[in-house]
Antibody, heavy 119, light 107 residues
Framework: QVQLVQSGAEVKKPGASVKVSCKASNYIFTSYGISWVRQAPGQGLEWMGWINTYHDNANSAQKFQGRVTMTTDTSTSTAYMELTSLRSDDTAVYYC????????????WGQGTLVTVSS | DIQMTQSPSSLSASVGDRVTITCRASQIISNYLHWYQQKPGRAPKLLIYATSSLQSGVPSRFSGSGSGTDFTLTISSLQPEDFATYYCHQTYTTPEAFGPGTKVDIK
């Protein structure tokens, strides 16, 4: 079955960066995009962006532009999301999900990665 | 940017009840509207895609309808495992957007 397995929880200080990985299996990685969605504690879902795994081009929400970088490694079927200049309000669970990119729903999700930003 | 709203923000219902959740987009989004269920501590799960298509493995008591800007998720007979938060999601254009969620709890 399709699986997305994310890297483990992180604790970072304000101003630092975090890089979350998302390893896909049991499907052709470049046939679907990968989206990134985050959820602050007790809050709703927030769309961060999407990467086309075939063409390796990404589109992110304006609020994250300049701070977020989405990349892929097709040799290992892994997607990465790096967020820089972390602030306390970046504390959230970060999810990767298969799909997105303007048409497709998010049909499979990773288990989530908790990123805590605290001094 | 397209804004998504949901109503109600929360509701209390009993097992067996028919439940309807509404999602509204600030612009026409064709049928690029999807619904997810999320339980505490878990990742969201896709229920309905493209307004009315049931995701594989999802019980038939879930259904979706709508067009343009107004959409509905209906649970025909609420089951104990359906108590959760439900989100709509538009993929008509970027930035994509989720609704704020509707929490369904036990009356």
């Amino acid at each position: 079955q399709v699986q997305l397995v994310q890297s483990g929880a992180e604790v970072k200080k304000p101003g630092a960066s975090v890089k979350v990985s998302c390893k896909a299996s049991n499907y052709i990685f470049t046939s679907y995009g990968i989206s990134w969605v985050r959820q602050a504690p007790g809050q709703g879902l927030e769309w961060m962006g999407w990467i086309n795994t075939y063409h390796d081009n990404a589109n992110s929400a304006q609020k994250f532009q300049g701070r977020v970088t989405m990349t892929t490694d097709t040799s290992t079927s892994t997607a990465y999301m790096e967020l820089t200049s972390l602030r306390s309000d970046d504390t959230a669970v970060y999810y990767c999900a298969r799909g997105g990119g303007g048409v497709a729903p998010l049909d499979y999700w990773g288990q989530g990665t908790l990123v805590t930003v605290s001094s | 940017d397209i804004q998504m709203t949901q109503s109600p923000s929360s509701l209390s219902a009993s097992v067996g009840d028919r439940v309807t959740i509404t999602c509204r987009a600030s612009q026409i989004i064709s049928n690029y509207l999807h619904w997810y269920q999320q339980k505490p501590g878990r990742a969201p799960k896709l229920l309905i895609y493209a307004t009315s298509s049931l995701q594989s493995g999802v019980p038939s008591r879930f259904s979706g309808s709508g067009s343009g800007t107004d959409f509905t998720l209906t649970i025909s007979s609420l089951q104990p495992e359906d108590f959760a938060t439900y989100y709509c999601h538009q993929t008509y254009t970027t930035p994509e957007a989720f609704g704020p969620g509707t929490k369904v709890d036990i009356k």
